[in-house]
């Protein structure tokens, strides 16, 4: 048969920060969706400056990730796209717990899985969750939205001269400490062959192409 895209599923990771409007298009390939929650709360950074523990600072943020996901399926939703949440700790007033086996009926029958509330463990971040709940229900690339255009080879807002990398190598990334994903996530994907496209979520459109398999951002693999 015919492979209308580059992708045929795909786990899109959206950070809290990045969680804004954008120009919604008809989807065909399969979406999953984690969300983060640094936009409410961010465990590490919370524990440091206040001494409280970093376990409990880490569900407070896993917990901000929720009101993100709900945030999003009522936006969705209201815009006509069919969506569930499942959450990585039990919260079934609010939203399904995560079985994979029930996303990915969910995906076959065409709705979008938001999955919140991280990997529900602590000293753990929602890109790492990404990377998981891809290899988890075989999704074939994690598409990371973020508000930067892709990975550059110096920091763009300290270094005018910093130039947006087309490709970089999973050991690129690591060895010359690119800071796209923290470490757990990034060899993740590496050990399980997940390439990662990170893209601008703010530019219209951007999501589309990611989500078919267009050319976008920095594509890390191999
Ligand atoms: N978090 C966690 N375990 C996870 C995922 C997230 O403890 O598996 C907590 C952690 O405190 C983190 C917060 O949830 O700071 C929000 O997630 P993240 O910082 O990854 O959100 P993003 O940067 O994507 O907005």
Redesign the pocket.
Same mark, same amino acid.
């Given at each position: 048969s015919k492979k209308p895209y580059r992708w045929q599923r795909v786990l899109l990771?959206?950070?809290?920060?990045?969680?804004a409007g954008d120009h919604t298009e008809n989807i065909d390939p399969k979406v999953a969706i984690?969300?983060?929650?640094?936009? %409410? !709360?961010?465990?590490?950074?919370?524990?440091g400056c206040s001494g409280l523990d970093?376990?409990s600072? #880490?569900? %407070?943020?896993?917990?901000?990730?929720v009101m993100?996901a709900i945030f999003l399926q009522a936006t969705m939703e209201s815009i006509g796209i069919p969506t569930r949440v499942q959450t990585?700790f039990r919260m079934s007033e609010v939203a399904e717990p995560y079985i994979r086996r029930r996303a990915v009926r969910h995906l076959e029958k065409g709705r979008v899985v938001i999955f919140a509330?991280?990997?529900?463990?602590? !000293? !753990?971040?929602? #890109?790492?969750?990404a990377a998981l709940r891809c290899a988890e229900i075989n999704a074939e690339v994690v598409l990371k939205a973020t508000n930067v255009d892709g990975v550059y080879d110096a920091d763009p807002r300290q270094n005018p001269n910093a130039r947006l990398l087309e490709t970089v190598s999973y050991n690129e990334v690591t060895t010359r400490d690119l800071s796209v994903m923290d470490m757990t996530a990034i060899t993740l994907c590496q050990e399980n062959n997940i390439p990662v496209v990170v893209f601008n979520l703010q530019k219209p459109g951007n999501i589309a192409k990611a989500i078919v398999g267009e050319k976008v951002g920095t594509f890390i693999g191999c």
């Open positions: 990771k959206v950070s809290g920060e990045a969680l984690v969300v983060g929650g640094g936009n %409410i !709360f961010r465990g590490a950074s919370w524990a970093r376990s600072a #880490d569900y %407070i943020g896993m917990l901000a990730t993100n990585a509330a991280g990997t529900g463990n602590p !000293f !753990f971040t929602t #890109d790492t969750a």
